[in-house]
């Protein structure tokens, strides 16, 4: 993952990171990252290696059910092995979950550590810094979210729905220049039920903003050949990969923004539940947008690790790790101390609002 960084910062980002921040050495077996403890920095791996292991959560009947299906146990699960050049730690900066999971070194390792003050500081002074890093982020979130499923098996393909919607936390953080933008370059369009927006393993061309209907995420249960799928026939039956629907979107919701981070070509594919509207933004339009224009990038990519994170953190949550249970003697406060803040609720508001602000700005009631 050394190249991601390199690619996506510059050297003045790289300059300031190392201002800001002080090299550690860590021994085998040293533990960065604490599942369920706050976290006070940002790391960067400069040299040595790290896993991400799931704590026990033996009360969850989910998470033994994977255990076993998987062939793994409970207590200290390995779900990714981390090289020089990722980041650990960047969640507190995206969204408000505490660590699902436990980074440790596997090897004498070297890492760069920002405090989180000084980075927050930063991102909110230095829109190009922010833009970089939030990429940078999105891009190693989603090599490890794509690692994690690998690793847990792809039954968990259907944990990795977030804990919030996306429409909430899209509007909630681009600003209202930014859906204005959104909605001159874009134009709405109908479709009716049954309808493909997204094939599974074919180029995502656009991305969508759902107004109104619905859509339904489906996803093949075994593994097959990408490439093979996408210049498949598709009505022939016999070379036809079978999906089966593992979760739905609504109105508010965005389709087809994994392209802006350069992962791979989409495992699910999205087909319409009804008769539906969506804003259509092409992917070329965007693209300039991000090129040009630092401060909508900054945020755009913002939303994106938030939205990567969220999903990573939902499938640890679903079998059962890092969901902090009641118990007599705890506070409500101690026992959710990761659900959703007041500043998040509010938040969630300002989302309506400002989705409701853009259908009428489009014209749907």
């Known amino acids: 993952m050394t190249e991601v960084l390199l690619k996506e910062l510059s050297n003045e980002d790289i300059d300031w990171m190392l201002a800001a921040g002080k090299q550690v050495e860590l021994e085998p077996e040293t533990v960065l990252i604490q599942q369920g403890q706050p976290l006070e920095a940002l790391h960067i791996l400069l040299d040595g290696a790290l896993k991400v292991t799931l704590a026990q959560a033996d009360k969850n009947p989910l ?3 994977f255990a076993a299906l998987e062939g793994g146990s409970l207590s200290g699960r390995e779900i990714a092995q981390l090289s020089s050049g990722e980041m650990v730690g960047e969640i507190p900066f995206v969204e408000t979950y505490l660590p699902a999971t436990t980074v440790s070194a596997t090897s004498r390792s070297l890492v760069l550590t920002i405090p989180r003050s000084r980075l927050i500081q930063k991102l909110e002074q230095d829109s190009s ?3 970089h890093l939030y990429r940078a982020s999105a891009v190693l979130l989603a090599n ?4 994690m499923i690998n690793q847990l098996g792809n039954s968990t393909v259907v944990l990795s729905q977030p804990q919030l919607r996306e429409a909430l936390i899209v509007f909630a953080e681009l600003h209202d220049r930014d859906l204005d933008w959104l909605i001159t370059a874009g134009r709405v369009e109908q479709f009716p039920a049954n309808t493909v927006l997204i094939r599974s393993g074919r180029p995502i061309e ?3 903003i759902l107004l109104d209907g619905s859509v339904t995420l489906n996803a093949a249960e075994t593994e097959y050949n990408p490439l093979s ?3 498949s026939n598709l009505e022939d039956s016999e070379n036809q990969v079978f999906e089966k629907e593992f979760g739905r979107l609504w109105r508010g919701d965005i389709l087809g923004e994994t392209p802006f981070i350069e992962v791979q070509p989409s495992a699910v594919t999205v087909k319409t539940l009804e008769d539906s509207r969506v804003l259509k933004i ?3 339009r965007l693209s300039a947008k991000l090129l040009h224009d630092v401060g909508f990038a900054s945020r755009f990519y913002r939303v994106l690790a938030i939205l990567l994170a969220d999903k ?5 949550q679903r079998l059962g790790y890092g969901r902090v249970t009641y118990s007599s003697g705890q506070s409500l406060e101690e026992s959710f101390s990761n659900e959703l803040s007041t500043n998040s609720l509010g938040q969630v508001a300002l989302a309506g609002a400002r989705f409701e602000w853009m259908l009428k700005r489009i014209g749907i009631e």
């Not at 490890?144 to 690692?147: G, I, K, N, P, T």
């Not at 990573?312 to 640890?316: E, G, K, R, S, T």
């Open 144 to 147: 490890r979210l794509e690692q």
């Open 63 to 65: 998470g033994r059910a």
């Open 312 to 316: 990573q953190q939902a499938i640890a």
């Open 229 to 231: 799928q996408a210049f």
């Open 129 to 131: 810094f922010a833009a």
């Open 282 to 284: 092409p992917r070329w």
């Open 206 to 208: 656009s991305l969508y």
